[in-house]
């Protein structure tokens, strides 16, 4: 029995007829914007290289922990996902049988954001015009497969048909940026730049970090085994990371904690620290410190910084052992912003020049934290909503939460923060139509006036990511 | 003058027209379906003895917290309302006037769920056509004492026509089931089960905890002074109450907190606290500990774990002394998962063979906390929206805010939780409407087909709870 | 380009016609009931001198943290909007100037109930027609200018118009009221009162403390530097400000912390904290012991209490270094009600003669401790959506997260909370309207009949607040 796949074009719009027809409206004006997608994790080989994808279940599940994790959950093992082994043991390589194995697991992400998004890759991205089913799998496998090999569902003629003006990758102080090279050389003209993600080099609890600095100061010249050597080394990547088109820094801790240590009390934790010699709390302050060395780099460089803290990283201890990091076992924690951010905020809060854009897996900072330091704090502003609130209801509480009192100014569009290269047309497309359904509430209930709602959905879309993230 | 008393056959479905018929149509499947109560505190004797339930007053008001909590908040003393007190003090016995006082204050239940469940007991389940006011109040209590009295007004005629599957209580390892035993002889054919609680027993700030300890150690014949043949008597319980019907565990803890000490530490912890030289920090330790001995015990037995932390219990102190345990005055307060649950989870948190349900006081774990660990880990659900959530706008919070991470099949159903055994009807209709209502809301705003929705619902209402609790 | 400023009659109500409908008929019946304002911060000095309102600046902008936080987020100088320095230092002076650069950036307030008091205050209380934007603001300078020297839109003259029947401001005990003595004394018959609000003198924290306390002394002759004579001066200024017409006190403590210590203690910490000895602890110690205290001398005196906790004042360093207090920079910190009231309500909570309002800026709280414990204790009521939540969403939230669990009648109608005299009207009208959907939606899904809801109406706009603070 076959089940038609097509999209409703009202979608994510409220059901209310006044409403539903302002959202209309408003979405008819903006949904052909330009895509500016200043943060994410695609690939750069990608578009360096331009080779078609590999098999259905290659492309979508087995990189995907948002999809493979809640098969987990539901006693999936990721063997049979093909999700590959640390130690190199054996796993599920035939694609058709991982395909069929989530074809039948596929009713779990109801009501899910990845559900939407898969759909939208599915029908509207790859011309697929049945549901994925445990009876349509094989199908759908099939045509999907032979699909990717075709030309324009390469790299970079996807790229080109997203409408995509500029797309960030993120990589680490350590990374040669070869791609990034090859991309800017060759005759395509698709905007990638990279961003720049110190965690390896200034987090003590990242696996290998003395290795690490280490390794920046062979990339360097510069001695990192000392404090200042070690600032220095992070300056000089930087800059070529900003000549390699980078304009933002990202910051993902575990908590908002800053601080802001005197030049000698600085040494001598940097020193413990990379000796091994540092506490839990050692490595904590170490982190903190380094938010602030960055801001202040930021005011020299004009690099925009990105916090994105509050994930406990690899919660599963024995998935982590088996499987490494980003199995979709990173678990959300409270995050305070308030005391956290005071000691940076005593020292550059008040910078015009500087630009720092907080992020939040704890939503209820949103009204309580973020709003009130971002409608006051002029390098403050606040990202989308992120990772597990990158959903409708996510993206309505957040709007809800946050516009009464900063504003939507001090917000700064939509970041897709994706792995999932075919995926980035269906998140952009539900932010612009949950912002275009929030409006409509707004126009509906006699809260702003419909001419100046487009205004501001043209805003959200495309001018404030622009601006926020100097683009 | 009298008021008409007429549940409205829309009530709880959204006000909008598209979705208020896509709700109508999805409730109209799923409203006849079965009572499946997994977890609740009705009193095994009812179903025992099959007594008439005494009048209004001792039926609704007298041991329902939820209501003289409320009246006890605007300043009615509890005494006037006939609850007992420790000291066997004199109260009102008079249960016309306890129903007046009532009656004079059921004005502060607008907008309440109890306001529903009481409206519903009334004119559903006992055929009361008029509302309750001081003016009603006495023609209400004679109707109703006069209809208690009849012979389908009796617990076991109730259980049948409210059409319940199964009803678990819930009770002490020293209980001796007797009432069990007795409904399981009999020739009626209702399905009453237990289920194992045995916080009286893990915990030591339970009151009488070294008594209760020792009296399990008679019961058991094992030498409960040692951690051994502690273990060992628990574990014989929780196979008696296993085999007197029950499929799960309930564990009501202050905090999530779980702990995974060796033996040797085990054992001199639990002699501390026996002893009574346990601090705070030693009493938090045990019942930590105590979670993870019970998990460790549910992979043998295979029973269900619920975990419901959370609830900081007796917090008037006042009110206490006077009157016990169970009078309205538990509150709820921040609970941790993500570190709390780490220790047990580190240990068994990729059986396939265990199940725990987590329930929570604190709403803001809903997306935060709780759908990041089920939508993760295969050992781990989400227990239904509970106690102060069990409520219209508390499962529309909870649906919202769970299912985008976590999905619906990372949920359990519904539980009513109650001691009110005519509220049962009310309570699971309720889910059922609101459920169908935020199901309504996916499909009109196109983020679920109407076929899918259809499926969920008889999920929610029946298919997840039969699995999630093996019944 | 002239764009018409007309407030639309159903704004804040649901867009769907049934609800909207019903909200319209419950506003009908409660929009002109009188504003009781029990707790506001406008100047006293304004109704008892009654001299026309300065600028259009000094009138709207230079006080009002709201406007001047949000530009300062954006890049505005302070000193560009007037705001005046500590060291005296050069601000812009020139009202039409900052009222053009206002304009400018008055598309930052979309979305924001700035914006909706802003534009009530041009349009129903001033008259004006026309929208602010760059190209109108000199024009609406002239005319606001013009207007504000009408002998109708002096102090009392608006008072009077807007309908108000009592307005409390809130004065220091140091205070010694002149003008309210001034304003009683007068042949004008608003009611202006003043509520007591001793956290200068309370606070070790506090500027001048020390000071304070002895200034408290020589006002009332006790010797305040025992903790006896401390107390009894306390005393003595409530007894003062009773009998200028305070019903209540009111308390702005950065956390919700009690304390219960004896006597003997007391002293000793009110010593250390006296001569500058005492730790942060020590100050959070003394000010959890003040509030019980007060608790226990507004048994006596039956003032009633306002608690309003958890702001951490003056978080910008910078900022209040340059121009001190108030300056927007007071940002919301997590709250623990459950926890940090025990002591206090160990003692005194089921008094019937004392009331306790709890405010909050942490929204979590509403459901998980407020609503649980004021549906309990029978001395606590919760007060309406404070600062940041004074808004149509937040008002929302406040009800859908406190009704079910404690009621209408535990929560005590609406706080302007104001120092912008011209944003009254319109703060109440938001309530008003927000409170009538929020029960249009209850009856529209067949929660309440329309008949109660509008009893319910009328308690919230008028009945609770004359009632809770004994108006």
Redesign the interface.
Known sequence: MTKPLQ??E???????A??RGVARRLYAEIKDLPIVSPHGHTDPAWFAEDQPFGNPAELFIIPDHYLF??L????VDLEDLGVPRRDGGPVERDGRRIWRRFAEHY???????S??WFDHALSVVLGIDEQLTPESADRLYDRLSERLQQSDARPRALFDRFNIEVLATTESPLDDLAHHKVIRDSNWDGRVITAFRPDPVVDPDFEGFRGNVEELGKLTGEDTAGWDGYLAAQRQRRAFFSEMGATSSDHGHPSAATADLDPGACRTLFAKCLAGDGSPEDHELFRAQMLTEMARMSLDDGLVMQIHPGS?RN?????FERFGRDK???????T?Y??GL?PL??RF??E?ALSVILFT????SY???L????????I?KVGPAWW??D????MLRYR??L????????TVGFNDDTRAFLSIPARHDVARRVDCAYLA??V?????GED?AL??AHDLTYRLVKQAYKL
């Not at 919660?315 to 998935?319: D, F, I, P, T």
């Not at 897996?361 to 209820?364: F, K, M, R, V």
């Open positions: 999209l409703h009202d979608r994510l719009f409220p059901a209310e006044s409403q994790r809640m987990y959950s539901q006693g009713h779990l992400f109801r009501g899910t954001p559900r939407l406990l919660h599963n201890a024995g998935l979709g076992a990173d678990i959300p924690t409270r305070d308030v005391a005071k905020l005593d809060g008040n015009k897996l704890d939503e209820t009204s309580r934290e709003a009130p330091l971002a409608g006051h704090y002029p403050l597990f609130y959903s409708p209801e996510g809800r939460a516009t009464e009192t900063a504003g939507f100014y001090n509430e707004l509906c209930t006699h809260r702003l100046e205004e501001v």
